[in-house]
């Protein structure tokens, strides 16, 4: 397993932007598929999106969709989420996952590969 290490996360205001970055360290991302997602304090873990590194193809959370966009890199080390006209209610620990097991890619059993997360603060 490669280590995933996100970076990025700080205290904006509603309406900021922000990048973070999911690294693999060490290597080239295999995982097919890379996900993020979120977890307030007292929340379950929410799905944010995700990117098939296959195909191309991105999928979002609706909560997010239209704000957030998630790339990769042409070396497939880093995974990026960038997250424009933030709100409040983003705020979270955003953690990066890969190695896609199933059953859906909405759940976080379905990822087997996490990184230790970067605190994201949307507050005025």
């Known amino acids: 397993q490669v280590q995933l290490v996100e970076s990025g996360g700080g205290l904006v205001q509603p309406g900021d932007s922000l990048r973070l970055s999911c690294v693999a360290s060490g290597r080239t991302l295999s995982s097919v598929a890379v996900a993020w997602f979120r977890q307030a304090p007292g929340n379950e873990r929410e799905f944010v999106g995700h990117i098939n590194r296959i195909v191309d193809t991105t999928s979002y959370a609706e909560s997010v969709k239209g704000r957030f966009t998630i790339s990769i890199d042409n070396a497939k080390k880093t995974v990026n989420l960038q997250m424009n006209s933030l709100k409040p209610e983003d705020t979270a620990v955003y953690y990066c996952?890969?190695?896609?097991?199933?059953?859906?890619?909405?759940?976080?059993?379905?990822?087997?590969?996490w990184g230790q997360g970067t605190q994201v603060t949307v507050s005025s």
């Open positions: 996952a890969a190695d896609f097991i199933g059953p859906t890619r909405t759940s976080p059993t379905a990822w087997r590969r």
